[in-house]
């Protein structure tokens, strides 16, 4: 399954690898990436697609503890579809 995430956080050096991270640890796929900094270069915001047959509450739950998160959004998720024949 596809998952569409919006991160907000900390604009620091480490931490999109930080997130990076815990998806690759989590058994995530990433396939597209865009991070931009706000204004002021405090927040980062990162929207990610991921893609895996994992449940997406196990990515979300160790995004939202990780030091520098202020928030996870999932935007829409596609649901796999299985035809029969």
Known sequence: MKYF???QGNN????????????????????NLNAETTQN???LHITITVCSE????????????TFGVSQVVILTQNIKIQASA
Do not use: D
């Open 12 to 31: 620091s050096p480490e931490f999109l690898e930080r997130i990076l991270r815990i998806c690759r640890h989590r058994g995530f796929t990433v396939q």
């Open 41 to 43: 270069e405090e927040s």
């Open 5 to 7: 995430l919006i991160i």
């Open 54 to 65: 994992r449940p997406i509450n196990l990515l979300t739950k160790q995004l939202e503890k």
